[in-house]
């Protein structure tokens, strides 16, 4: 009788130490970015900024603020996080961040950046293909900048926060071609807020001047932004030679191809090359 009950504590002991061998993630509550969006519809005011005092303003901010703390834990929490080399147990780390779609981008978000950036497939997959998906990221701007106390962001986030991180790195896979990248990293250009609108124009103008093949590629796209591609080229023109000009317009007549219908008004968007 003794036996099969030696044998069941065993079992007990050993579940139990191979569980608490798993890594543990980062845990955020579930449904926290949709908690936030109900209070930012109850109200048109802007939040006022957390700043880590037990004061409160008024009720209805006290639920934001403590949106804004959790979510600023969960942000050092991922920037602190030690990623396991097995490739299964690196997949583990974001189960507890699943259930928030703000939680589960941004911890995809820091496996990629931890991982020496090997693959950006998961990213990219987590990375919202709708419009109101796009204007998620320039929420989680809105959430960090509020919970960050005195502008201060975690090491791996800083130094403007989570969402512009990922921009950046998404602009990256973009620059590298990389599948779904483009349209992905544009559509986040066209919901952008004011800040976030002239980060990426900064961004846009290097895309220009340094891959005008990717422009060449991607106009099915990018022709959707013409008055913003025209206003930006416009910029560049201020601030550029007219021999560096020229040299863009000359990476895009190489870029384009006979066969490629689209190059006359690519070509006379840009101009000709002297």
Not at 34 to 52: Q, V
Not at 70 to 82: H, P, R, V, W
Not at 117 to 123: N, P, Q, Y
Not at 178 to 205: C, F, H, N, W
Request: hydrophobic fraction near 45%; aromatic fraction near 8%.
């Amino acid at each position: 009788m003794r036996r099969p009950a030696r044998f069941a504590l065993v079992g007990l002991l050993v579940a139990s130490a191979a569980h608490a061998a798993e890594p543990a993630g980062c845990a955020v509550r579930k449904g926290l970015y949709d908690a936030w969006l109900s209070l930012n519809k109850r109200t048109t005011r802007t939040f006022p900024k957390f700043t880590g005092s037990a004061s409160r303003v008024a009720a209805e901010p006290a639920s934001a603020e403590e949106i804004y703390r959790e979510y600023q834990t969960f942000f050092q929490c991922l920037s602190d996080m030690a990623v396991p080399a097995a490739a299964e147990s690196r997949s583990a780390m974001c189960a507890d961040a699943a259930t928030d779609r703000i939680g589960s981008l941004v911890c995809q978000l820091s496996l990629y950046v931890k991982t020496e950036r090997t693959s950006g497939a998961e990213l990219l997959d987590a990375l919202p293909a709708s419009k109101k998906g796009a204007e998620m990221i320039w929420d989680l701007d809105a959430i960090a900048d509020a919970g960050a106390v005195d502008k201060h962001f975690p090491p791996l986030f800083a130094p403007k926060g989570p969402a512009y991180k990922l921009v950046d790195e998404l602009f990256v896979l973009a620059l590298d071609d990389r599948e779904t990248a483009m349209p992905k990293y544009l559509q986040i250009v066209g919901a952008a807020s004011a800040a976030g609108m002239q980060y990426t124009d900064s961004q846009i103008k290097i895309l220009l001047r340094e891959s005008p093949i990717l422009v060449v590629k991607h106009w099915e796209i990018l022709r959707q932004y013409q008055p913003k591609l025209r206003k930006l080229l416009a910029e560049l023109t201020a601030e550029l030679s007219a021999q560096d000009i020229n040299k863009l317009r000359q990476g895009i007549a190489s870029s384009c191809t006979k066969d490629n219908l689209d190059c006359p008004e690519i070509q006379k968007f840009f101009g000709r090359p002297q």
